[in-house]
């Protein structure tokens, strides 16, 4: 990335190896859905943005490090909620953060997740932040609410079933989220169009929630279907000796035939979700700032830096009209 786009943040974000166990989206899937949401914005919003964007892009995992790597108690069931485990029908769960906590036990919440609330919650320390004019914390909560809003769009966050553990599907969770955008990502479309303002925060929340767990099904169906035709070393990749080959974090590996083919099935599943979670991302941070007065955001950054980066702003967005992102160091998985 361009030194000059290297923003002087009163912020340092660790460095640190992610223990990927099923973290949503992955590494290729979250950096990308926080750098695309930046374009998305006003340039306004998104020059600031801008000039932090090593920093959004990057703290897009914070929330899996805290979780895994740092081994935060509390941070686990923000990631997730499993609706079945719940017993009631989505409609009937509570909408807001306040009404969860009267209706339920702590323990329930934990046990079961609490994702959609969650996202509440960081939406509404986000407008407060916007409204103080709190620079470090306008860009850790941004970042993490992206990481938030792309676990929601991954159907088995929404679901008991997360890693196909009840139906003999193990492994299905990080092929969907991590290895599949990692083989076609490079041909998605990541323009989602400009942000839009919110009206009903928490409606849209439950509205991305249902959304997601409706397609948990069918994510599950095209993998049963397509492994009744694939011979185990077909489906994945194996070592001269026969020997099932597994990445960094001791997953199975898909062959690309696999992959190929699942991936043709789902008819787009994947990138419509990587798309729907940069959609949600942009519109909660501009509704966010609108909520929060408007302030004007380019006096919390050196004038000068500004400035400087205000061409490379266009030249990227550029890029992103045409469905791109400027080139990610990835650290893949598979």
Not at 17 to 38: F, P
Not at 87 to 103: F, G, H, N, R, V
């Amino acid at each position: 990335m361009r030194k000059k786009l290297k923003a002087h943040l009163l912020i340092s974000s660790f460095v640190v190896v992610i223990v990927v166990l099923l973290c949503s989206w992955g590494v290729w899937g979250h950096e990308h859905i926080n750098r695309a949401a930046i374009f998305a914005l006003p340039e306004e919003m998104g020059l600031f943005y801008y000039n932090h964007m090593d920093y959004i892009t990057e703290e897009a995992v914070g929330p899996d490090q805290r979780k895994y790597t740092l081994n935060f108690k509390s941070e686990g069931p923000r990631h997730f909620i499993d609706i079945e485990a719940f017993d009631k029908p989505i409609d009937s769960l509570p909408k807001y953060p306040k009404e969860a906590s009267a209706m339920y036990e702590e323990s329930v919440l934990t046990k079961n997740g609490s994702l959609p609330w969650y996202i509440q919650e960081v939406m509404a320390k986000l407008t407060k932040a916007f409204s103080e004019k709190r620079k470090s914390e306008i860009l850790l909560l941004s970042a993490d609410l992206g990481h938030y809003l792309g676990d929601a769009h991954m159907p088995l966050h929404t679901a008991l079933n997360h890693d196909g553990q009840l139906t003999n599907q193990v492994g299905i969770h990080s092929f969907w989220e991590s290895q599949l955008p990692e083989l076609f990502g490079d041909t998605y479309n990541l323009n989602t169009g400009k942000a839009k303002y919110i009206e009903d925060v928490s409606k849209e929340t439950w509205r991305i929630i249902s959304s997601s767990h409706q397609l948990e099904d069918t994510l599950l169906a095209i993998d049963r279907n397509l492994t009744a035709g694939f011979a185990e070393d077909k489906k994945y990749k194996k070592d001269d000796k026969g020997k099932l080959l597994k990445n960094k974090f001791n997953q199975t590996i898909h062959t690309e035939e696999y992959a190929r083919q699942y991936h043709a099935a789902s008819n787009g599943m994947v990138e419509k979700q990587l798309r729907g979670a940069i959609t949600a991302t942009a519109d909660f941070w501009y509704t966010a700032w609108v909520n929060g007065g408007k302030p004007d955001l380019t006096k919390l950054d050196d004038e000068e830096l500004t400035k400087q980066n205000h061409k490379f702003f266009q030249e990227d967005r550029k890029a992103w009209e045409k469905g791109k992102v400027t080139k990610l160091k990835i650290d893949y998985e598979f």
